[in-house]
């Protein structure tokens, strides 16, 4: 038997986009052994958001992650109207899916771009990149950022989509049809790209639900399973959606990294066609429940209750669990990423893999470390775990040291 | 195979890259070539938040709503200090505003190697 | 009047510290090109000499597992085995000027020399990462050493059973008769899978590309060199740039010696401007072959698998490099 060597990666490595520790055993080139540990991105927000009102928390939910920020702000603003008791105009529903989607295509695109960059090909990274900026531009148009649109308010949306801008984002689904074309044929045609992910990283259909795998990382092992499809929200139910399989274009379920880039790749059409439903579909009417943000806050100051919100973010389910209690400030608030699942997975795909798999796994179920880090344990292996109380105390420890230091310097 | 003739074409074509923009020129400025113009945003862009000391009736609301707490309540003149460092241009300040006071504008570049620089405080 | 003893080592300085800039230069033309396929502004060509100044200026880290005098070695040794080289090769399209000194063979041999260095500098920096890439390293190079053994068998064959008399394993003889002037359609067929062969050789000698195993940026993070800082960096960027001239000088050496001198020998073979015309048809001739045989080879593929790599140069390179000679072989048949 060969001596096995151990090997890390992370939390700061070129492969990872976030900090996330995986620690493998490995003989030769082969891994025969996966453990991750993550916790280095953990920002304590669900503990700044206890401390916030509602609406100041929407925006701070945004900030969770920059690629999924419009599908936080989704789920924590349903999550506190169910909890709340407001109702959302129909016409507000439609533009919040109309952000949704984007968002989903310009995650999708870019995630491409990067599974194209873990194997060796900055070609097909640097073309994924300049395509994904017409969607960004895209974004500023209707929201005035490129990054935290910051469009969604509890009860409904700030910014409207009239006629006038409908033109635009008609060129941009016919931009986007050609540019799946493209993609599809990139992924699907060249060999060396094929040679990289055929065959690598499975999961199985049965390991895939056995461990809870959600969104694109679930259909690429067949399951037919889609928040906005078996859930339906916003303006999803009016539209119909379906899940999208790998088994459309190759006729066949394999689960390797190859099959879940299908789906992406599937998706960004979808996500195209939603976007164009909506704006043929989208019904007259107000924007929010509430115009004055002043009424709207006394609302909620005096509601009671808990609410929870799921929605199919790009990376799978995402969850938010708010509970209000006659408080100015949201008394528990509770976010749960898909990466979360997704990330049981990946030692089960790392089965007979070989070193120059780890990253095209890892990047294949697309991890988001940041909306992921909801807890971080410090002290490595003493496993102490530190609370919102301990980092705060650690907090002012610091803060006074910094003090001291700047006194000194006077 | 199929990026090929992508990449030929991207060749002969201009680069997709926006230059940086420069708005700070350099000590020496026969040394720039070009100073390249940010490229223009649109209509209702999200940027630097404009206080209009004169119209604000302190009623503190955008100091209720600031998610990252960047507004400073002045409490003897009854007005507010913007904090640009802190703001993440949601701009809910400007929707909530009941005078007009505050208003988005256009500006974008913030960077400033002077943290107390008057160009980060609004007031 | 500098005796002729004094001018073959001054010579030679200037040869190796233009093979440097040429080296740098075209790494920097590389960046610049691959940016421009991707659409991308890319870096200025100088960069390359920032890097270097950057890099010597820098503080050298030796790691506390590292053998030490092992570590400072390898880069001197990559350097110093790529600057022979040179000396070996028809550099400029002029003959090589330790010409009588050593013959293919020890190209062929001095050629595994730098990345046997970068191989042992992994090994001797104690980092996971980077013995894994040292590994690779030399699993890379026991495949890529065949199909240019076939090459090199097929052009010496070629040559000297055309010249018998002639020293078969020089480069003089090359120059004199190229090989693509001794064959008919079919050979020239082969010459060029010969050409290509040796263009995918390129890649894989230069860490670059679909072989770069190696250094794999997202795999091990600069593999091999990722416990080097400072001088050794910077030593190991010049033997980079020089190994980068050396391949291509061999590369046009071996296959494509034809000057313009040669077409008009006639009348103006001797003369200076005969001989910047060859200096100026050596360097089209090598920035063909940089941006065919490196910049777009790197933009157009993914980085393949240790284990696919091998088996691609065992297979197909060894395979089109046989075809290569087979065509030859029947060419003088006919």
């Known amino acids: 038997m060969h001596d096995a060597y151990k090997m890390f990666l992370g939390?700061?490595?070129?492969?990872?986009?976030?900090?996330?520790?995986?620690?493998?055993?490995?003989?030769?080139?082969?891994?025969?052994?996966?453990?991750?540990?993550?916790?280095?991105?953990?920002?304590?927000i669900e503990a700044l958001g206890m401390k916030r009102n509602p609406i100041q928390v929407l925006?701070?939910?945004?900030?969770?992650?920059?690629?999924?920020?419009?599908?936080?702000?989704?789920?924590?603003?349903?999550?506190?109207?169910?909890?709340?008791?407001?109702?959302?105009p129909e016409r507000a529903d439609y533009i919040r899916t109309i952000f949704c989607e984007l968002e989903r295509l310009h995650s999708h695109i870019l995630w491409a771009g990067l599974l194209a960059h873990e194997i060796g090909f900055h070609s097909v990274l640097h073309y994924g990149m300049k395509v994904r900026e017409d969607v960004m531009d895209l974004l500023e148009y209707l929201s005035g950022n490129r990054v935290n649109y910051g469009v969604y308010v509890i009860g409904g949306v700030r910014r409207d989509i009239p006629k006038e801008k409908h033109e635009k984002i008609r060129q941009s689904i016919k931009y986007y049809n050609a540019a799946f074309e493209k993609f599809k044929d990139v992924f699907l045609n060249d060999k060396t790209i094929r040679m990289r992910t055929e065959g690598v990283g499975v999961l199985t259909k049965n390991d895939a639900l056995k461990l809870c795998a959600v969104g694109p990382t679930a259909r690429g092992s067949g399951l037919n399973k889609d928040t906005r499809q078996d859930w339906s929200y916003l303006a999803y139910g009016d539209i119909g959606v379906k899940a999208q399989l790998p088994s459309q274009v190759t006729g066949k379920i394999n689960g390797d990294v190859l099959d879940r880039t299908i789906v992406r790749l599937l998706e960004i059409k979808?996500?195209?066609?939603?976007?164009?439903?909506c704006i043929d579909q989208m019904p007259k009417g107000s924007l929010v429940s509430e115009p004055k943000a002043a009424v709207i806050l006394s609302r909620l100051k005096n509601a009671e209750g808990e609410g929870i919100a799921r929605t199919e973010a790009p990376r799978g389910e995402l969850h938010h669990y708010v509970r209000l209690a006659k408080k100015e400030v949201v008394d528990t608030w509770k976010a749960k990423a898909p990466t979360y699942n997704n990330l049981m997975a990946v030692p089960v795909m790392m089965k007979d893999a070989q070193i120059a798999d780890i990253p095209v796994i890892i990047c294949s179920i697309d991890p988001c470390i940041a909306c992921l880090d909801r807890v971080s344990i410090i002290e490595g292996n003493s496993g102490k775990s530190m609370n919102k109380y301990d980092l705060h105390e650690l907090c002012l420890r610091k803060s006074e040291m910094f003090g001291k230091i700047e006194r000194g310097h006077q | 195979?199929?990026?090929?003739?992508?990449?030929?074409?991207?060749?002969?074509?201009?680069?997709?890259?926006?230059?940086?923009?420069?708005?700070?020129?350099?000590?020496?400025?026969?040394?720039?070539?070009?100073?390249?113009?940010?490229?223009?945003?649109?209509?209702?862009?999200?940027?630097?938040i404009k206080y209009d000391r004169a119209k604000c009736i302190g009623c503190r609301m955008c100091v209720t709503v600031c998610p990252a707490n960047a507004m400073e309540y002045l409490p003897k003149e009854k007005k507010i200090k913007h904090h640009v460092l802190r703001c993440i241009m949601c701009a809910e300040c400007v929707d909530v505003c009941p005078v007009k006071a505050l208003s988005s504008s256009k500006e974008f570049l913030l960077a400033e190697t002077d943290k107390k620089s008057p160009n980060l405080i609004e007031k | 009047m500098l005796s002729e003893i004094m001018m073959i080592p001054?010579?030679?300085?200037?040869?190796?510290?233009?093979?440097?800039?040429?080296?740098?230069?075209?790494?920097?033309?590389?960046?610049?090109?691959?940016?421009?396929?991707?659409?991308?502004?890319?870096?200025?060509?100088?960069?390359?000499f920032r890097d270097l100044v950057k890099l010597l200026a820098k503080e050298t880290i030796v790691p506390d597992n590292a053998i030490g005098w092992l570590f400072n070695l390898a880069p001197v040794i990559a350097l110093a085995s790529a600057l022979l080289l040179i000396l070996y090769l028809p550099f400029l399209g002029v003959a090589p000027i330790l010409s009588g000194y050593g013959d293919l063979i020890l190209v062929l041999y001095l050629l595994m020399l730098p990345a046997l260095a970068i191989a042992i500098g992994g090994f001797a920096s104690g980092n996971n990462y980077a013995t894994v890439g040292a590994q690779r390293k030399l699993i890379m190079m026991l495949s890529y050493e065949f199909p240019l053994a076939v090459l090199v068998m097929a052009v010496v064959w070629k040559t000297s059973s055309m010249f018998p008399d002639l020293q078969g394993f020089t480069f003089s003889t090359f120059m004199q008769h190229p090989v693509l002037t001794l064959v008919g359609p079919v050979g020239g067929f082969g010459v060029v899978l010969l050409i290509v062969t040796i263009l995918i050789a390129l890649c894989a000698e230069l860490i670059k590309g679909p072989f770069d195993n190696p250094e794999a940026d997202t795999e091990l993070a600069g593999g091999v060199l990722v416990d080097y800082s400072g001088r050794n960096l910077a030593l190991f960027l010049l033997s980079d740039a020089?190994?980068?001239?050396?391949?291509?000088?061999?590369?046009?050496?071996?296959?494509?010696?034809?000057?313009?001198?040669?077409?008009?020998?006639?009348?103006?073979?001797?003369?200076?401007?005969?001989?910047?015309?060859?200096?100026?048809?050596f360097f089209v001739k090598f920035t063909v072959i940089a941006i065919l045989g490196l910049t777009f080879v790197r933009v157009a593929f993914a980085r393949l698998k240790i284990n696919q790599a091998t088996k691609f140069f065992w297979l197909v390179s060894a395979g089109i490099s046989l075809l290569g000679l087979l065509l030859i072989s029947l060419d003088s048949m006919m």
């Open chain 3, 10 to 48: 001054m010579i030679a300085a200037l040869m190796l510290l233009l093979a440097i800039i040429v080296g740098l230069f075209f790494l920097g033309l590389d960046r610049k090109i691959a940016a421009r396929f991707q659409s991308r502004i890319g870096p200025p060509i100088v960069q390359p």
């Open chain 1, 270 to 277: 979808q996500s195209a066609e939603i976007i164009e439903r």
């Open chain 2, 1 to 48: 195979m199929s990026i090929i003739p992508t990449l030929l074409k991207q060749l002969v074509k201009k680069p997709f890259t926006n230059p940086f923009p420069k708005k700070h020129a350099p000590n020496k400025v026969s040394d720039v070539k070009k100073i390249n113009d940010p490229i223009p945003v649109p209509d209702d862009f999200r940027g630097k």
């Open chain 1, 11 to 44: 939390p700061v490595h070129p492969a990872l986009e976030e900090p996330i520790f995986f620690d493998f055993k490995i003989v030769g080139e082969k891994v025969i052994a996966t453990n991750l540990k993550p916790g280095n991105a953990h920002r304590g």
């Open chain 1, 59 to 88: 925006y701070l939910s945004e900030r969770i992650c920059g690629i999924c920020s419009v599908s936080h702000a989704s789920t924590f603003s349903r999550a506190v109207e169910a909890a709340a008791g407001i109702e959302v």
């Open chain 3, 242 to 281: 020089v190994k980068l001239c050396a391949f291509i000088t061999l590369v046009i050496g071996l296959l494509l010696p034809c000057s313009l001198g040669d077409m008009f020998s006639s009348f103006m073979y001797t003369g200076w401007l005969a001989i910047a015309a060859n200096v100026v048809f």
